[in-house]
Nanobody, 125 residues
Framework: QVQLIESGGGLVQAGGSLRLSCAAS????????MGWFRQAPGKEREFVAA????????YYAYSVKGRFTISRDNAKNTVALQMNSLTPEDTAVYYC??????????????????WGQGTQVTVSS
């Protein structure tokens, strides 16, 4: 079992930056692929980024590539999402998720077993 708690969301102007953090409980954190998803009002939840259990592998949705960076610290049981050059289209609730090592490479939310409650990110124009 893994419990996930996100933080760092808020209101930012277009072009600004935010850093989201996700704190995980459990001693097996380093075994999980970690991902970030987001859901805007009236839209389906979509994949944003993921990092492999070791932290050496990352991949991103096309819409955020080059602007967002995912990272993890297995010693601290945390995963972060640095978001730069934000646009109003990035406005959404952002969710942290944990999945099996085999989840790495998948952008499907069903590949992830554990989810946080989400944190709101609002980008004003």
């Amino acid at each position: 079992q893994v419990q996930l708690i996100e933080s760092g969301g808020g209101l930012v102007q277009a072009g600004g930056s935010l850093r989201l953090s996700c704190a995980a409980s459990g001693r097996t954190f380093s075994r999980y692929t970690m991902g970030w998803f987001r859901q805007a009002p009236g839209k389906e939840r979509e994949f944003v980024a993921a990092v492999s259990w070791s932290g050496t592998g990352t991949y991103y949705a096309y819409s955020v590539k080059g602007r967002f960076t995912i990272s993890r610290d297995n010693a601290k049981n945390t995963v972060a999402l640095q978001m730069n050059s934000l646009t109003p289209e990035d406005t959404a609730v952002y969710y942290c998720a944990a999945g099996a090592p085999s989840s790495y490479g998948s952008s499907w939310s069903t590949a992830y077993s554990y989810w946080g409650q989400g944190t709101q990110v609002t980008v004003s124009s």
